[in-house]
């Protein structure tokens, strides 16, 4: 199996994508990832491939990652590859069975002519296809050339809007997004443990939003939405995580003048924490996550995992969230005040949605996706591979 990349930067398909492969390598599959860029320049940061968790993750776990070496400025030619690029690429792929593209970008690689044929699974995580740019067209130029034996959906919204966009029905399957229970579990001395290193006091509510700095995740709606929350509970903290969620960032130290305005002092219980590599943590200290998206979200990976952890989840309607908020949190309108007044209710319910949250972890498992992509993937390289998943995951304690 090969996995190809645009690149490695922090972003929950990766995460998600990554956690499969590993999980795939750990059931005996051969697997190795290539990757397009050996760097990337998102959100306002430079991400070396070296340095990026779910690199290392692979890597600890014994999964070969190699890359084409390109940085982060030849996405101005994504798809003129010289010939060693063309002859690395055809070195990975000689000896897969089968090969999963993460997400539509990589696809431009794989329509170039000359490449060894092999199926490909291309695993799709937005539910906005015609924001993708040249990745869509790129898609359908292997849908056509029937290099696409499938496409895994990581929600329902996925699946209706690559339908929608031309994508034949047959070749679309959906997987949800599942996360680590063992990892993502309410745990007393990690919340406590984070607290204590901000030096936010037990008793206190905290709102962490994870998420990338990028225009999707619609950061000046939820800023505004932390000064009005903030304003009403002035015992309150706020997290904001992810590429670009740190003060280096000039256009969020812009986004936050302009949101809190006279007012700045509020400023001081909003903690900036950038990318970080144990978000169990960071989700165990919280109340609420929240994600204030206006397009793009399929299933956010930062709701499930808060969600595990034990946070009430609070979303706006898009892609699958009001599936997965529903009967766990709140889903709001596009708008600051309403989404502040639902961490107000969210804090202050919070115990009645713990039963619920409980209930729902074996839906968001690990060990369920992983079996569902390698049964798939499976029957796309003729049983080539097999995987054993003969080791369950523990069941996880209670609340």
Known sequence: MLSIYEGFFSGGARIVHSDVVMGLHEGGQRHSVLSLNGEMYREATRQRMEDDVCFRSL?????????????????????????PELAAAARAMAGADVILSLKEQPLGLLNQAG?????VVVCLHRSDPENQGAALDELRTAVADGRIAAAICCAESTRAAYAAAGIPAELLHVIPNGVDLLRFRPDPF?????????GIPADAPVI??????????NVPLFLRAARAWLRRR????????????TRANAALREDMATAFGDEASLTDRVSLLGVRDDMEIVYAA????????????????????????????????????????????????LDAEAVARAWCEAVERGAEFAPALALSRERFSRTRMIA???????????????VSLSVPEPLPEPF
């Open 286 to 333: 919280a109340d609420v996550v929240s994600l204030t998206s206006s397009s793009g979200e399929a299933a956010p990976l930062s709701l499930i995992e808060g969600m595990m952890c034990g946070a009430v989840p609070v979303a706006t309607d898009v892609g699958d969230c009001a599936s997965i908020v529903a009967g766990h949190g709140f889903l709001t309108p």
């Open 115 to 119: 490449l060894p044929r092999r199926p």
């Open 208 to 217: 962490v939003f994870a998420a990338r700095y990028a225009e999707m995740k």
């Open 190 to 198: 990690r919340r406590a443990l984070l607290r204590a290193s901000l």
């Open 59 to 83: 890597t600890g776990a014994g999964v070969p990652v190699t890359s084409l070496g390109r940085g982060h400025g030849a996405s101005d030619a994504a798809n003129a590859f010289t010939g």
């Open 372 to 386: 569902a992509y390698a049964g798939l993937v499976e029957r796309v390289g003729g049983g080539a591979g097999r």
């Open 234 to 245: 002035p015992e309150g903290q706020v997290l904001m995580c992810g590429a670009g969620m």
